[in-house]
């Protein structure tokens, strides 16, 4: 039998017949990564990176978030579209408060990062780069990812299934001496 829809005849579905299963899609997760792996070096620039994996479904052409940290362990140097984010086609636009007030209140916040002139989102990759100063030696010192909002294509917002922060553990650098000066 068939249902008439607007004046087109649409056959009927058999009630024992079930719709076609969709493929589940991997969760989209963001999180924090170290391109070096830790320890971070006091006076010595460290980049932490913006992840994403899984956004095959939705790939992404912006991010938005929040990162704190503690402004006695670190300072933020810059903040920049990861080397993945950019691709081969086109640039990154970063927008963030000024560095003084992300230093002193140890909060990046509503910071974004666009992908510009690229034909395709990023489904899998780093997304941002956070250099840091570490300023003291410390056995762990947290980064909190929160408020973290992707953009599709349509420049539709929408939230990861799953954020992870990171630990960073902070050590003094080492100052190797020449041999002349080790004699006295």
């Known amino acids: 039998s068939a249902v008439s829809v607007g004046g087109l005849s649409v056959p009927e579905e058999p009630a024992a017949e079930t719709a076609a299963t969709i493929a589940p899609q991997a969760s989209v997760v963001v999180s924090l990564t170290f391109p070096v ?33 503690n402004p006695a362990h670190l300072r933020v140097q810059k903040v920049e579209g990861a080397p993945d984010f950019r691709g081969p086609y086109g640039a990154w636009v970063v927008l963030t408060p000024t560095l003084s007030v992300i230093n002193a209140s140890g909060r990046l916040t509503d910071t974004a990062v666009v992908r510009l002139g690229a034909p395709a989102g990023l489904t899998e990759g780093r997304l941002a780069r956070i250099t ?53």
């Not at 010595?44 to 956004?55: C, E, M, Y």
């Not at 909190?144 to 992707?150: E, F, Q, T, Y």
């Not at 917002?157 to 002349?180: C, E, F, H, K, Q």
């Open 37 to 69: 792996a830790p320890p971070a070096y006091v006076g010595t620039p460290f980049a932490v990176d913006l992840s994403v994996s899984g956004a095959t479904a939705q790939p992404v052409y912006g991010v938005e978030f929040d990162l704190r940290f």
């Open 132 to 184: 840091f100063t570490p300023l003291v030696s410390v056995t762990s010192t947290a980064l909190d990812l929160s408020d973290v909002w992707l953009a599709d294509e349509h420049g539709r917002m929408y939230r990861p299934d799953s954020t992870l922060g990171a630990s960073l553990r902070i050590v003094n650098a080492r100052v190797y001496l020449p041999l002349v000066l080790r004699n006295f």
